[in-house]
């Protein structure tokens, strides 16, 4: 569903991005750890065709990215880091706006059925966004991704600032995501959160993979120690 052939990214002298090769299939949870600066994001803006690669290509469900930008975005959806809703808006009214925004067609009433599927209580429905903690900000906006039916979902750092529950909630919907045949594709710092809902764990390093991981049968502790010996490497 996500390819990543020989894709590089440079600027000027920096190379950001060296060649990396890599999948995600679908109904794969593949979690991609690493330092700040290390070329997460930067491999997630590929994929979305934020950034035009220097070299190479990343194909969505067989789309090249950098040809067919639009088309590949069509078949994606993107939870950001900061959920960006509507401070004065509703997370109701925020969900429904928002959806519309993407084309997707959906009833009006699937909003409390999607919004619980992730974990959002109901009493917040009608409350404004400004005023949710930013778990459940990241709830609003995991709920609008999967009401667009994207094949692939990818996420940058979700689960930063997140409490533990909310954590647990938003891991569990991953989970779920998968299990029904989406693709996703997460960078994070979290080595034990990856491990709770990773199919696989990349490490990348100085914008080059340095490692890729079969979590099962690997407890977390196995993988932080395996991370860092990549990084102090």
């Known amino acids: ?33 690493g330092a700040n600066g290390a070329g997460k994001t930067t491999t997630l803006n590929l994929l979305l065709g934020f950034l035009e690669p220097t070299a190479g290509a990343a194909y969505v469900d ?15 959806a993107y939870v950001p880091e900061v959920a960006a809703l509507y401070p004065h808006l509703s997370s109701r009214e925020n969900f429904h706006y928002f959806v519309r925004l993407s084309g997707a067609e959906r009833d009006p009433r699937e909003a409390e059925s999607l919004l619980a599927k992730v974990g959002f209580p109901t009493e917040a429905l009608d409350r404004r966004a400004g005023a949710l903690s930013k778990g459940m900000r990241q709830k609003v906006v ?13 996420l940058d750092e979700p689960l930063s600032g997140l409490d533990p529950s909310a954590a647990n909630d938003f891991v569990r919907t991953l989970r779920a995501a998968s299990d029904e045949g989406v693709a996703v594709f997460m960078a994070t710092h979290d080595v034990f959160r990856a491990k709770d809902c990773a199919t696989r764990v990349g490490i ?30």
């Open 1 to 33: 569903m996500l390819q990543a052939k020989s894709l590089s990214k440079t600027y000027g002298s920096h190379v950001a991005l060296h060649p990396l090769d890599l999948e995600v299939r679908s109904g794969e949870v593949l979690c991609l750890l």
């Open 142 to 154: 995991l709920a609008i991704a999967l009401a667009r039916g994207a094949k692939a979902l990818l």
């Open 204 to 233: 990348l390093k100085s914008g080059r993979l340095a490692g890729m991981l079969e979590t099962a049968g690997l407890a977390g502790a196995e993988i932080e120690r395996i991370y860092l010996e990549h990084m102090r490497g």
């Open 62 to 76: 067989g789309i090249e990215v950098a040809k067919d930008p639009a088309g590949a975005r069509a078949r994606l």
